[in-house]
Antibody, heavy 122, light 107 residues
Framework: QVQLVESGGGVVQPGRSLRLSCAAS????????MHWVRQAPGKGLEWVAL????????NHLDSLQGRFTISRDNAKKTLFLQMNSLRAEDTAVYYC???????????????WGQGTLVAVSS | DIQMTQSPSSLSASVGDRVTIACRAS??????VNWYQQKPGKAPKLLIY???TLQSGVPSRFSGSESGTEFTLTISSLQPEDCAIYYC?????????FGQGTKLEIK
């Protein structure tokens, strides 16, 4: 069965960096686009970033102003989110998610990890 | 960016009731709307994609429809386990924006 397991969250000071990982299993990782979605405490869902199946295409939320970078290692079946210059407003649970299908467009988020909490605080 | 506006923000209904949640897109998005259910402390779960296609394993009491730029999630007969927050999302173009959520409670 499809499994996505995030790790790398924790408490970090403003201005510091953090790298999240998402280990995938139960499907052909290299065939699917992958996403990061975050949820601030008590708030709604916010899409963060997308990487295509081969990693050649990526897209990020404009408001992140280039601070976050999505990437993947298909050989290791792992998705990453490099987060730099962290701010208090980046505090959230970060979920990785897999697209529904290998073809067609992006954004139908069929499988989700359990999330990892990032808390930015001094 | 495409804005997705959900209504109502919360509602309370009884077991067996028919429940409808609406979502309006700020521009034409064809049928690229998806619906998710999120229970407390859990990851979201995809219920419906492409406006009206039921994800595998989702009960048939859930359905989706559209009229222009307005999209609707309907629960035909509310069950106790449907207590959750529901989100719409557009997958027409990046950023793949979500609605603000509708909190559904059981009376």
């Amino acid at each position: 069965q499809v499994q996505l397991v995030e790790s790398g969250g924790g408490v970090v000071q403003p201005g510091r960096s953090l790298r999240l990982s998402c280990a995938a299993s139960g499907f052909t990782f290299s065939a699917y686009a992958m996403h990061w979605v975050r949820q601030a405490p008590g708030k709604g869902l916010e899409w963060v970033a997308l990487t295509s199946d081969d990693g050649r295409l990526s897209n990020h939320l404009d408001s992140l102003q280039g601070r976050f970078t999505i990437s993947r290692d298909n050989a290791k079946k792992t998705l990453f989110l490099q987060m730099n210059s962290l701010r208090a407003e980046d505090t959230a649970v970060y979920y990785c998610a897999r697209d529904l299908a290998t073809t067609g467009g992006f954004g139908e988020l069929a499988f989700w990890g359990q999330g990892t909490l990032v808390a930015v605080s001094s | 960016d495409i804005q997705m506006t959900q209504s109502p923000s919360s509602l309370s209904a009884s077991v067996g009731d028919r429940v409808t949640i609406a979502c309006r897109a700020s521009q034409t998005i064809d049928s690229y709307v998806n619906w998710y259910q999120q229970k407390p402390g859990k990851a979201p779960k995809l219920l419906i994609y492409a406006t009206s296609t039921l994800q595998s394993g989702v009960p048939s009491r859930f359905s989706g429809s559209e009229s222009g730029t307005e999209f609707t999630l309907t629960i035909s007969s509310l069950q106790p386990e449907d207590c959750a927050i529901y989100y719409c999302q557009q997958s027409y173009s990046s950023p793949y924006t979500f609605g603000q959520g509708t909190k559904l409670e059981i009376k």
